[in-house]
């Protein structure tokens, strides 16, 4: 629901609907930090003794799938005598295609509140993607993404973003 001629936003209303808006910007930031570190694993993993060229050429591939693909390839090749390695990678890799599937719905939503007050007071702030609400029109999104939910991402993507660190810095620096 919209707001009528002359009516004004409730402070609580603009207050929640800025904290999305951070929780938003949180979860797609907290991205990058994924990608660095999926750069940094492929850069260890083509071993060119020159990190500049392994992250150039993964930062030159503009699909995040292919940049999953070429970094598995070089991974599988790199390390296929280390099994601990390779597991560790695949549960990383399978965490990695849910995880990106959520950050695209993120990057491609948009924010939305429901209310039955005039001023917005009761509103419900949520993400809603944006071809649910153009589809759909009236019709209540089959899927939203609450500020609690947005949040607990953000704390996915960098979990993920730190696995993936963990595993080059373990492959990099051996402990034995």
Not at 9 to 22: D, G, L
Not at 60 to 80: G, N, P, Q
Not at 145 to 151: I, Y
């Amino acid at each position: 629901m919209g707001l009528e001629m002359g009516k004004t936003e409730s402070t609580e209303y603009v207050e929640a609907k800025q904290q999305m808006h951070i929780a938003l910007g949180r979860a797609i930031s907290s991205w990058a930090r994924v990608e660095g570190s999926l750069c940094r694993l492929f850069s260890l993993s083509v071993n060119s003794g020159n990190s500049i060229v392994g992250s150039e050429v993964f930062s030159s591939v503009k699909s995040h799938e292919v940049r999953v693909s070429i970094t598995d390839a070089a991974f599988r090749v790199a390390y296929k005598s280390n099994s601990e390695a390779l597991q560790r990678w695949t549960a990383i890799l399978k965490r990695l295609g849910t995880a990106r599937k959520l950050r695209s719905k993120l990057a491609h939503s948009q924010i939305v509140a429901r209310s039955t007050k005039p001023d917005m007071s009761n509103a419900e702030i949520r993400i809603v993607p944006f071809h649910f609400m153009e589809t759909h029109k009236d019709i209540e999104a089959f899927e939203r993404h609450t500020m609690r939910q947005v949040l607990h991402y953000v704390d996915q993507f960098i979990q993920l973003a730190d696995d993936i660190h963990k595993l080059e810095f373990d492959l990099r620096w051996p402990s034995n």
